[in-house]
């Protein structure tokens, strides 16, 4: 059996609105459930699966007027039980709405409705995770026969996540340059959330003209010293790190990174490479390593995170260190960061 014929006596899943989702509102979407060929038996289970990662609301079921309220029916002769259980199916869908069908079974094309953030008695709706991703997924899996035993729905709904409008802006430069030297100043825009935003403003070095000038968007160094750049972002001011001038190249200089993410391979979100673009592009790191949990990263995973780290590794710009994440249980050993100066490095499992 193929996965659309699977698919086929499963159910088919819709979401209205289908996206996209703006980081962090607040809103209705309605799940539709068309039940398919096998029906679902009395004792049978729906489960609504989110990534462990995820900030969704948590819906709730019991109050119609409060925030995040949600409501579960059918079309069907049976009733339905709804539950939140944040550990309710496998790594990494982990945070699951549990639907138990009780009193009846459903039969094929009946309609299973799910409407988060119900707002017709009253609630104001359901919050949105409060951060990007490329692809967010509502998971939708079914057991039809009482076996304890779901299955993926074929295209089950997802849709971006993306970033509201700018409210603040942030400027970064370099910690550390040296006389003669012309260095970035990146300016970029925050929305409430924290999520990278366009914004343009007026930028200003605070430092004395006799130190250093802002020359086409950069800045020229000229003199020993240091001081800050300043953007000027919808009438508010926002100023940057601090940036040491000094007059030949010292022998230690100030770099900054993040050791330790995780991404959609493991208990993360987004990729590899959407996660090194984020650290370069944006968080403007100077270094940083991606920590995959070594017992659920597969052979073609850690081939694959390999493959990104040598292609985003630059040598004096973007230093990504090939690692992952030795995951025993805390009587075995606990969590340990695995870091390796090349590619091509065995993945030494915990178990």
Request: hydrophobic fraction near 35%; aromatic fraction near 10%; charge should be negative.
């Amino acid at each position: 059996m193929n996965a659309s014929d699977n698919g086929h006596r499963l159910g088919v899943v819709t979401l209205d609105p289908p996206g996209p989702v703006v980081a962090g509102a607040v809103g209705q979407w309605t799940l539709t459930l068309t039940v398919g060929a096998y029906g679902i038996d009395e004792g049978g289970t729906i489960k609504v699966a989110q990534r462990f990662a995820s900030d969704w609301e948590t819906p709730q079921f019991d109050r119609p007027t409060g925030p995040a309220f949600t409501s579960v029916t059918t079309t069907g002769n049976a009733k339905l039980a709804a539950r939140f259980d944040r550990k309710g199916h496998i790594r990494p869908f982990m945070r699951c709405m549990v639907i138990d069908v009780y009193d009846g079974s459903l039969s094929p094309g009946d309609v299973v409705q799910v409407v988060f953030g119900d707002q017709s008695q009253g609630s104001p709706g359901i919050r949105a995770q409060s951060f990007q991703e490329s692809i967010h997924e509502f998971l939708v899996l079914v057991d039809p026969t009482n076996a304890c035993l779901v299955q993926e729905i074929v295209d089950s709904p997802s849709f971006p996540v993306v970033a509201g409008e700018a409210i603040s802006a942030i400027c970064i430069l370099p910690s550390d340059g040296c006389v003669g030297e012309s260095v970035d100043v990146f300016v970029d825009g925050r929305d409430r959330w924290g999520n990278p935003a366009p914004a343009v403003g007026e930028i200003t070095w605070d430092g004395g003209a006799d130190v250093a000038e802002i020359q086409d968007g950069r800045l020229a160094l000229k003199a020993s010293g240091c001081g800050r750049v300043i953007v000027t972002f919808q009438g508010r001011p926002y100023t940057s790190n601090p940036i040491r001038i000094h007059a030949k190249v010292p022998q230690r200089m100030h770099y900054w990174g993040d050791l330790h993410a995780q991404t959609g391979a493991t208990v993360g979100t987004g990729t590899e490479e959407e996660y090194f673009a984020f650290g370069r592009d944006k968080a403007r790191l100077d270094f940083t390593s991606h920590q995959g949990n070594d017992f659920q990263m597969t052979d073609e995973d850690w081939q694959r995170l390999n493959d990104v780290t040598r292609r985003f590794h630059e040598d004096g710009k973007f230093v990504v260190f090939p690692g992952y994440e030795w995951s025993a249980n805390s009587p075995a050993g606990g969590d340990r960061n695995v870091f390796y100066r090349n590619e091509g490095k065995p993945i030494i499992r915990s178990s």
